[in-house]
């Protein structure tokens, strides 16, 4: 029977080995099958936490934003010749603002063993470290691109945030334009958490009245991976 496992990988490529935890390696060395979202970005760190990992004995296979519903399915078909199958998402934990869930549903509904492996996740590190609500929290993902539409989510996420901390997050090129969009529309008084560059040598983390943000200067996050969260 196949086991599914769901490694978490590190959020930057900095300190890789310090953030891969070390039962993790072993899984990894001892399966045959990764399924990931870019195959070149994945070999290579695979490669830099275990310079002795072999390659070309491992079957690589992609599953990312571009998969398609019925690719997906003759993808889980292939793992069956397994007995451990990695999955892997870019930075932080599958299945989590990650693809990886659709494969995941299959797994149970074929009755494989799924498990979750220990590691980073940008979502609740950023949470950790807020100070906002932590006992009752709601990822959104991704705003509405632009206009009315987007300007009310704001509004109802704010008004949520009185019970429950709210946290979404950006294309990084876009993270400046969504941070001006929230402290434009939300009240001066409502707290936002900035929570960027998780892990890294550069990491920013701070929680602040959306007025405060608009008389301090914010921390450089055009580009660079970003958590926003908002609290009442």
Same mark, same amino acid.
């Given at each position: 029977?196949?086991?599914?496992?769901?490694?978490?990988?590190?959020?930057?490529?900095?300190?890789?080995?310090?953030?891969?935890?070390?039962?993790?390696?072993?899984?990894? +060395?001892?399966?045959?099958?990764?399924?990931?979202?870019?195959?070149?970005?994945?070999?290579?760190?695979?490669? #830099?936490?275990?310079?002795?990992?072999?390659?070309?004995?491992?079957?690589?296979?992609?599953?990312?934003?571009?998969?398609?519903?019925?690719?997906?399915?003759?993808?889980?078909?292939?793992?069956?010749?397994?007995?451990?199958?990695?999955?892997?998402?870019?930075?932080?934990?599958?299945?989590?603002?990650?693809?990886?869930?659709?494969?995941?549903?299959? #797994?149970?509904?074929?009755? @494989?063993?799924?498990?979750?492996?220990?590691?980073?996740?940008?979502?609740?590190?950023?949470?950790?470290?807020? *100070?906002?609500?932590?006992?009752?929290?709601?990822?959104?993902? @991704?705003?509405?691109?632009?206009?009315?539409?987007?300007?009310?989510?704001?509004?109802?996420?704010?008004?949520?945030?009185?019970?429950?901390?709210? =946290?979404?997050?950006?294309?990084?090129?876009?993270?400046?334009?969504?941070?001006?969009?929230?402290?434009?529309?939300?009240?001066? +008084?409502?707290?936002?958490?900035?929570?960027?560059?998780?892990?890294?040598?550069?990491?920013?983390?701070?929680?602040?009245?959306?007025?405060? =943000?608009?008389?301090?200067?914010?921390?450089?996050?055009?580009?660079?991976?970003?958590?926003?969260?908002? *609290?009442?």
């Amino acid at each position: 029977m196949t086991t599914l496992y769901l490694m978490p990988t590190p959020l930057c490529n900095e300190h890789l080995l310090a953030t891969t935890v070390p039962y993790n390696i072993a899984i990894l +060395n001892s399966s045959t099958c990764f399924v990931v979202e870019e195959l070149k970005t994945a070999r290579r760190y695979l490669k #830099a936490i275990d310079k002795s990992f072999n390659i070309d004995e491992k079957t690589f296979l992609e599953l990312n934003e571009h998969t398609k519903e019925n690719e997906v399915q003759q993808l889980f078909k292939s793992l069956a010749q397994h007995q451990q199958v990695i999955v892997m998402s870019e930075a932080g934990c599958p299945g989590i603002a990650d693809p990886g869930a659709a494969l995941v549903r299959l #797994a149970h509904a074929h009755h @494989y063993k799924v498990v979750p492996l220990i590691g980073p996740s940008s979502i609740i590190m950023a949470v950790m470290a807020s *100070g906002l609500n932590g006992q009752n929290f709601a990822f959104n993902g @991704y705003l509405p691109k632009e206009g009315p539409a987007r300007t009310q989510k704001i509004k109802t996420l704010e008004r949520l945030a009185a019970q429950q901390s709210q =946290w979404v997050i950006e294309t990084p090129y876009r993270n400046v334009n969504l941070l001006e969009e929230l402290l434009n529309t939300l009240n001066g +008084n409502t707290q936002v958490c900035i929570a960027a560059h998780i892990s890294s040598d550069s990491e920013f983390i701070k929680t602040k009245t959306a007025a405060e =943000w608009k008389t301090k200067n914010a921390p450089p996050i055009h580009k660079i991976p970003c958590v926003f969260g908002i *609290g009442v």
